[in-house]
């Protein structure tokens, strides 16, 4: 997360700056942490025989946080570090780089709600806390790579190079 929108952001344009952005984060940060109630850990969990039933189980709240959160929050910056890697290669357009993002919008949807949906069942109240506050900074980097997109294609995408989508830096 932020790992190439940020500085893209921060060199290239003035769209945010770094303090506004700190400031955006740590409100996000205290209001998740003052609208979170405390942990519940004390619960026996359904067994799930197939994959399916335990995505059903972390869909419905049913499962410890930390399987509702580490994988697809693991799996999803990997897809962003690797779709970020090759649009700075220039084998990827931009285009296809948002065709990624799309690709990814349903199970981002589903990641968000189990993982609100699972917060309560952790140990500690900050680790609740900072599970839903990360999903909220990955929205919020969703928008800067839509900002980057839509408005600085220029700063991100060597446009000079993807003839075949040159239509998409203007």
Known sequence: ???????????????????????ILISLL???HFSTREALYDRAWPAAPTPYQALLNI??????LWKAF????????????????RI????????????VHG??????IWWIVSVWRCAKYTRYRFASTLAKTLTLYFLF????RFVISAYYPNSFFDC???VMEYGDCF
């Open 1 to 23: 997360m932020f790992i190439n929108s940020l500085p893209t952001l921060f060199t290239f344009t003035d769209f945010i700056s770094p303090i506004e952005t700190v400031l």
């Open 30 to 32: 205290l209001l998740v």
């Open 59 to 64: 869909w419905l709240g049913q499962a410890p």
């Open 70 to 85: 580490w994988p697809f929050f693991i799996f999803v910056n990997g897809v962003f570090l690797y779709i970020d890697y």
């Open 88 to 99: 700075m290669n220039v084998t990827f357009t931009i285009a296809s780089w948002k065709t």
């Open 103 to 108: 690709m990814l919008f349903i199970p981002v």
């Open 141 to 144: 980097d969703c928008f800067l």
């Open 160 to 162: 000079r190079l993807l």
